[in-house]
């Protein structure tokens, strides 16, 4: 897939949402975190950083969708999430 925004190749994943040991170790829970995990290179990232927000374990493993990323300029494409 083309990216929108600079036209290069988007990687294919997957997008979902989830915390850190980090936050959890600091303010006993975690802020959740959009994150997007490459199909090719298994490699994952932060691409939305949530500042207030909170989910349980649960609920962040419902939410799995067909997502594209672009390294060049940072943009996510989330697809059909259900």
């Given at each position: 897939m083309k990216c929108p925004t600079c036209s290069s190749e988007m990687?294919?994943?997957k997008a979902y949402i989830?915390?850190?040991a980090l936050g959890f170790l600091f303010v006993g829970f975690s802020h959740q975190h959009c994150w997007f995990e490459s199909h090719?290179?298994?490699r994952k990232k932060i691409i939305a950083r949530s500042g207030s927000g909170f989910l349980t374990r649960t609920d962040?493993?419902?939410v799995k969708p067909q997502a594209y990323h672009?390294?060049?300029c940072g943009t996510s494409v989330l697809i059909g999430a259900t």
């Open positions: 990687d294919q994943g989830r915390g850190t090719t290179t298994g962040a493993e419902l672009c390294e060049d």
